[in-house]
């Protein structure tokens, strides 16, 4: 294994997250539905109980994630599912679970927190066209076009 890398409960590890310093850093301005087209393509080939996550803004802006398994690690460790590389992100950040049709957020008591359109999320449902911050990733999330209306557990 790696010096610095550590296993089993991460003991004696020292969390080098950085903490946003002002409020004015949790502002929430929600980025327009300007899509891409290839960015609509993407979405609209996106299989029966898949998703994906679009980066925003942040040092990956343009990324995209398909979001295909029952749960989906992001952080800043190496081996996240989805690895964001910024000291903003906790190493082990927060999970998106699937049950069905149905995503959820939740935060892995990460530094920073992680938020759902603008509100500080322990748990949340993601809807069609939600936006995610996870430090300083500004992210929007889209579901299947075949499972819209079915996602939103209605």
């Known amino acids: 294994m790696p010096a610095g890398i550590h296993r089993g409960g991460d003991t004696g590890f020292t969390d080098t997250t950085q903490t946003f310093g002002h409020d004015s850093d ?3 301005v ?30 990956t802006a ?7 398994g029952d749960v989906t690690t992001v952080g800043r460790h190496p ?8 000291v903003t992100v906790s190493r082990r950040h927060a999970e998106i679970t699937r049950t069905g049709n149905i995503f959820e957020l939740v ?5 920073n ?4 359109n603008g509100e500080r999320a322990d ?5 069609d066209g939600a936006e995610v911050r996870i430090g300083k990733f500004r992210l929007n999330f889209f579901v299947a076009p075949l499972d819209r209306g079915q996602a939103t557990g209605a």
């Open 79 to 86: 081996e996240a599912d989805i690895f964001f590389d910024d």
């Open 30 to 59: 929600p980025f327009g539905m300007e899509l891409t087209d290839v960015e609509v393509e993407a979405i609209n080939a996106l299989p029966s109980r898949s998703a994906l996550l679009l980066v925003r803004s942040g040092p």
């Open 107 to 111: 935060d892995q008591r990460s530094l």
């Open 113 to 116: 927190g992680t938020y759902v």
């Open 26 to 28: 949790l502002s929430f």
């Open 62 to 68: 343009g990324a995209r994630y398909l979001l295909d």
């Open 123 to 127: 748990r949340a449902l993601l809807t």
